[in-house]
């Protein structure tokens, strides 16, 4: 533990509230975060920190040490959700109608500039280099891939981040070895039948009784199909049939999503659905296509990297703040990252019951206990401090 870091991020902690409150009241959705990727431009101008504006939106910075070393990067994502915030009496919730943070990445945006601006009273110090990805479109899952494609991650050894968590206790941290997050893929399935008088079904194929079908016995696919000890969801979101109650359905589509741990989960449900549908569709006399995309892969914190960040912890705030949480099935773009070099995801915790900061993430009543910051902030220092200085050139 750097003492100087925690010193000057605790300096520094009413300036990262109000960059916080700042991002909050002004919220702007993936890809389109002009204003704050502006805000954040202007404080690493004010530290001194090299940085190159990503298209069209996103910032990457560097600050290099004065002993070479490694390359450790750090990500915060800064977009905000189409929901409408439903926070009561709050000074500095959003002015932008039907756009809030909903999910605390005002907050991560806030800690990663607290973070930089700790390390840079290190920089003679600092064996190695210190990456800041300041990464937009999270939400929709996209900036990621977007981020490294331009080059974001090019010559990184190691990369860390962290997500706020409003699940967790203000004042503990979970840093895990292993899954975090699930991948998250979709699917599209789209059965065409026969359509024609709602009295007359002898006449027809019936997508809508097809559809239903397909819907109902699916589930067997995870509670038969798949080892009990992988997890799966297979959850159909959106179902949509029919024109009109006495018109037999031609056409029916199902959105769904997969999650999973383990990339062999993934490749089975994909050829378990396609089968399922396909076996479904030939019973009733209808057809099918079946669209199975990819999306973000499973987020695993690396041995090495989730053991280094649960030392920082307990070194950092004592062993009472680290705390094993069970991984999530929801889906974060991180997992891209972690495919370009080894690294760790953080859970940051911001409930506390007192403060009505206990809502889902995406939820219109969503907020951060702000004393959570100050641990994600120096979190976010003290890992790259510490990764460079055990891990010399
Ligand atoms: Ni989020």
Known sequence: MNGKIKAEIKRNEEMMVAFRRDLHRNPELSWQEIRTTNRVVTELERMGIAYRRMEPTGVVAELVGNRGGKTVALRADMDALPVMELTEALSYQSRNDGKMHACGHDAHTAMLLCAAEALVAVQDELAGTVRFIFQPAEEITEGAEAMIQQGAMHGVDNVFGIHIWSQLPTHTISCNTGPVFASADVVEIRFTGRGGHGAMPNAC???????????????????????????AVFTIGRMEAGTRYNVIAENAILEGTVRSFHPGVREKMEIAIRRYAEQVAATYGATVEVDYRYGTHAVINEVQSSELAQRVVASSFGDAVLYSDRPTMAGEDFSYYLQEAPGCFALVGSGNSEKDTEWAHHHGRFNVDEDALVYGAELYAQYAYTYLTENPE
């Open 205 to 231: 194929v019936d997508a809508t009784v097809v559809a239903s079908a397909f819907v109902m016995g699916a589930q067997a696919i995870v509670s038969r199909e798949m080892d009990p000890l992988e997890p």
